[in-house]
């Protein structure tokens, strides 16, 4: 009795395949490269200019801003390490983790749900801020900081884009949990008010019956 022989071409990674999912997914993959696209470019070119404007452990600020010096400022400062200054020296491990990320998310982007925008939304955020990050590590071994805010540690666009993106990310879970929770109590009241009705309709045949008897 010969065995079963599985048909390994339903399963086979091909070209057609990666086509035609490409075709059905082009317009989520111009939403997640254009969007952004806008912010590593914009985070790349903060980053330029402050480099080539800006000495390496200066502060600086429009003459009209001067009073916001004590509490905030521009100063050129770099990192080797992960979003606002922390493991330094760890420039490879943290170029290894923002490739994966970027790869994760070019995966499951296509596969959320078109309508769940805050998931969207955050995955772009994460997406533009490890690449801004990572694109610093390979051509400068190093990621350029300027966003000074009080004692908080330096940062930069790429940084405020993987927090802002989190944080868009718990927002929205908030968002779906009260929403799921609010659908679970009318569908309860919804049933408690079928299950009365039964019940009253219940009890006035049984009232009808007892009269007939």
């Known amino acids: 009795m010969e065995s079963p022989q599985s048909n390994g071409s339903t399963n086979r990674f091909t070209l057609g395949t990666v086509f035609h999912f490409l075709s059905f997914h082009y317009i989520d993959y111009l939403i997640l490269i254009i969007f952004g696209g806008v912010i590593i470019g914009l985070d790349q070119w903060t980053k330029a200019l402050v480099r080539n404007t800006v000495p390496l452990g200066a502060d600086w600020l429009p003459g009209a801003m001067a009073w916001l010096l004590p509490y905030a400022r521009i100063r050129h400062w770099y990192n080797s390490g992960a979003a606002f200054g922390i493991f330094q020296n760890g420039n490879l491990v943290f170029t290894i983790l923002a490739i994966i990320v970027i790869i994760l998310i070019f995966y499951y ?47 930069n666009l790429a940084d405020a884009s993987i927090s802002t993106g989190v944080a868009v990310l718990l927002i929205g879970v908030w968002l779906k949990e ?36």
């Open 109 to 155: 982007f296509p596969r959320t749900q078109r309508g769940d925008w805050w998931l969207r939304v955050a995955m772009v955020m994460q997406f533009a801020g490890a690449a801004g990050n990572l694109i610093d590590r390979l051509f400068f071994k190093q990621v350029t900081d300027f966003i000074s805010v009080g004692n908080f540690a330096i940062f």
């Open 178 to 213: 009260r929403e799921e929770k609010k659908l679970a109590a009318m569908a309860s009241i919804t049933t408690n008010a079928s299950s009365n009705s039964i019940d009253d309709e219940a009890g006035i045949s049984g009232e009808d019956e007892g009269k007939g008897g």
